[in-house]
């Protein structure tokens, strides 16, 4: 997806403070973890980027399924889901901030990524990175991370250090440095030692002399961080800084936290020199250093870690004392990492594999490995499925692009697969627009297989430009450089009020998109810039649809392939139920489910719900142990509420069809979808607290509640349904 000084000998400080730790128990004791049988003294979480449970060619075994170390792991002692979900836009800073948060982009600030669009007050558009630090201002001058109170939205480490436990980070989006030098600045200060520091190498000129250089602050800084609990010994020392979160209900005054490499690494390898060589850097599960491309210790690959590298960097953290670590693995789909360019010193162009390709084959494999090392690595410290919480999930799961393997019968592992034709297939929306449409509306559009478009000046949904652009844009028509055939962009479209039912709009309405087009999701839409023919006619080069072989697999759009993935639990609470998929679940479950098995709570009402189906009655409060009321009550709920639930999907072709029909019938379904909603939201806003209440208060759901909140959730789901089945019999009697 997505640099550090080599350490020399330990100094006093750091020997003492290993002394002070005395390994990992001690610095364990305070940690208050109160699951409800008291076994859980660890919790892992593992999220991937798009890695994969079901198989993407037939005949070639899934990513999983060439990691038997993890899947048989999780099948074994705990269980594995394949209908598990994404929410909406599926990509990958929102399908994690929703499982971080446990929450929608409507109300965490996320729901366009990994970057989003927003207006000026002038209507002129502007873009900003998803990934910043949590409490970073986005390029809109909102918080990153806006809540619908219009503040920061709570961070997902407090209830684990207000309960004692020191929380690790390493690559997971948000809870360490993103972007340099603004996360510098965000927690250090402008003008600080640290922002001056990093400023002046990243202004380097851009030479291959200086590429080092350059990357160093990278290394220093990114993607690694520790929240400590107060009085926390591994933040007891000049590396630590305060852990400032302005906005977090009930405050949070005295905690501190470690920010990079350049302050974790010194005091982790204080505290567990095993997971380190002697120079103070931090080893992989294969023994050797983790470091850039340029052989700096710290960070590695810029946001496209290893497992060997997460999983190692991870181990040594619990090894420290740590007992709560978030960790994210770059996929298997990408050669990872990208070997330097000789000419530039630079990492060379992306390059994608198609299942059961020779390297990618020996990627999953070499996977496998660091997921074995890791588990036998953590046994040996005493941290196994019996006192420790494992949580593993992916975020989209991507769509290939690209021709047919041969041979035919290739199954990678005995007969490897290679590809003539690989690799997204990539428009100029713009110039398509003016080529077929002589539409010369200007607009923005977040690059992706499913872009937002941001109309410049901000029309209104039922204005001429809105209307005449979505019905356009739905027009379109490429020929498919891969097959031949002549096929349709768009998929569905959705107005800023289908949206609304999506959980895309936000508390700032500056962040809301015009409409969205979920489209083929063989596709990548951009917009041409100067130098690639802006304001050109598709009769002009470059071509205005071309094959990008950097990059075959694709995500955002709403198709099942994408937006259904997977999630494991194993560890003390979790049924060994194997492989399940019984259970309908998304992204914002995944949190609730943590927090009750690790029994603590969050300061907000989660948009997702405690997975009881995979629990233990023993692992449970009172209220949730065989309570068929609470059961009932969150499945129905799900399918009201969640993106790619009922109410989700079926609004969704209505909204489309509704669109792009004529006015008068556009202007019924604002009225009609906005009723919808409004009874929605409501619904579900009664019926979430009740959900977290017997989750986290031990107040049991009255069967009467449940009778009366279901019987209007389903009259609700119905109603969308009936609309979309109406919608499905005109085009059916159209045609």
Not at 29 to 46: R, Y
Not at 691 to 713: C, G, M, S, W
Request: aromatic residues 8%.
């Amino acid at each position: 997806m997505r640099h550090q000084r080599i350490f020399g000998a330990t100094t006093p400080l750091l020997l003492g403070a290993a002394l002070l730790f005395g390994g990992s128990a001690t610095a364990q004791a305070a940690c208050g973890l109160k699951s409800a049988d008291n076994k859980i003294k660890h919790v892992v979480h593992i999220q991937f980027d798009n890695v994969h449970l079901r198989r993407d060619n037939p005949n070639v075994p899934s990513d999983l399924e060439q990691m038997p170390n993890l899947l048989n792991f999780m099948q074994n002692n705990g269980t594995v889901s394949g209908n598990h979900h994404t929410p909406l836009i599926s990509h990958t800073a929102t399908d994690i901030l929703t499982v971080l948060t446990g929450a929608y982009g409507d109300r965490m600030g996320v729901p366009v990524s990994n970057s989003y669009g927003f207006f000026r007050n002038d209507g002129s558009v502007g873009f900003s990175s998803s990934f910043l630090y949590w409490t970073a201002l986005g390029g809109d001058g909102k918080p990153e991370l806006i809540n619908e109170n219009g503040k920061i939205f709570p961070a997902p480490w407090v209830p684990f250090t207000r309960a004692g436990c020191d929380v690790g980070a390493f690559s997971i989006a948000n809870m360490e440095f993103e972007s340099l030098p603004a996360d510098v600045r965000t927690v250090f200060g402008t003008g600080s030692p640290e922002d001056i520091s990093v400023s002046a190498a990243l202004n380097l000129p851009r030479t291959p002399a200086n590429a080092s250089a350059r990357q160093a602050p990278n290394t220093d800084y990114l993607g690694i961080a520790v929240h400590c609990a107060l009085g926390s010994p591994l933040c007891n020392n000049t590396h630590a800084r305060t852990d400032a979160l302005p906005d977090e209900p009930g405050g949070y005054a005295g905690f501190s936290a470690l920010f990079g490499n350049v302050n974790v690494a010194p005091v982790i390898c204080a505290a567990a020199p095993a997971g380190c060589n002697g120079s103070g850097a931090v080893k992989d599960t294969d023994g050797g250093v983790i470091a850039d491309a340029y052989g700096r210790p710290g960070f590695p690959n810029t946001f496209s870690p290893l497992a060997k590298q997460s999983l190692g960097y991870a181990a040594t953290m619990l090894e420290a004392g740590v007992p709560v670590v978030y960790v994210y693995v770059a996929d298997a789909h990408d050669r990872n990492p990208l070997p330097l360019d000789p000419a530039t010193n630079l990492p060379g162009a992306a390059h994608a594999f198609g299942a059961g390709e020779a390297e990618y084959v020996a990627q999953l494999k070499a996977y496998d490995v660091a997921f074995g090392k890791f588990f036998a690595r953590l046994a040996a410290d005493g941290i196994n499925k019996d006192n420790t919480l494992f949580i593993v999930t992916a975020d989209e799961n991507d769509h290939f692009v690209g021709g047919p393997a041969s041979p035919a019968n290739c199954d990678g592992i005995h007969v490897p697969c290679t590809y003539a034709k690989i690799g997204e297939i990539d428009t100029f929306l713009d110039r398509l627009l003016l080529t077929q449409r002589n539409n010369t509306t200007p607009f923005d559009i977040h690059f992706d297989d499913a872009p937002t478009f941001y109309i410049h000046g901000n029309p209104g949904p039922q204005d001429p430009l809105t209307r005449t652009m979505e019905h356009d844009v739905d027009a379109l028509r490429v020929t498919n450089p891969i097959t031949g055939n002549v096929e349709k962009l768009n998929a569905f479209l959705a107005d800023r009020a289908e949206m609304g039912v999506l959980h895309m709009i936000t508390s700032n309405p500056a962040r809301s998109p015009s409409f969205t087009m979920f489209g083929n999701p063989d596709y990548f839409n951009e917009t041409s810039s100067s130098s690639t023919g802006q304001g050109h006619d598709c009769s002009q080069t470059p071509a205005c649809v071309f094959e990008a072989p950097g990059f075959a697999w694709n995500h955002g759009d709403v198709q099942k392939q994408i937006t259904r993935t997977w999630m494991g639990m194993a560890g003390p609470g979790v049924i060994h139920a194997g492989r399940n998929d019984q259970v309908f679940s998304d992204h914002t479950d995944l949190r609730p489910t943590m927090i009750a098995l690790s029994g603590l709570k969050d300061d907000y009402t989660h948009d997702g719900r405690v997975l009881v189906e995979f629990l233990d009655d023993h692992a449970l409060p009172k209220s949730l142990r065989r309570s068929e009321d609470f059961l009932e009550l969150a499945q129905v709920y799900k399918q009201l509420n969640a993106p790619l639930g009922s109410v989700g999907l079926d609004s969704l072709r209505l909204a489309n069809r509704s669109i792009l029909g004529d006015d008068a019938g556009y202007a019924r379904f604002l009225a009609t979808i906005g009723d919808i909603t409004t009874q929605r939201n409501a619904l579900a806003a009664e019926i979430k607290p009740l959900l977290d209440a017997a989750a986290f208060d031990n107040q049991p759901i009255k069967e009467h509640q449940v009778d009366q909140l279901v019987r209007r959730a389903r009259a609700i789901i119905d109603r969308v349904a009936d609309l979309a089945h109406d919608v499905h019999d005109h085009d059916h009697d159209h045609r």
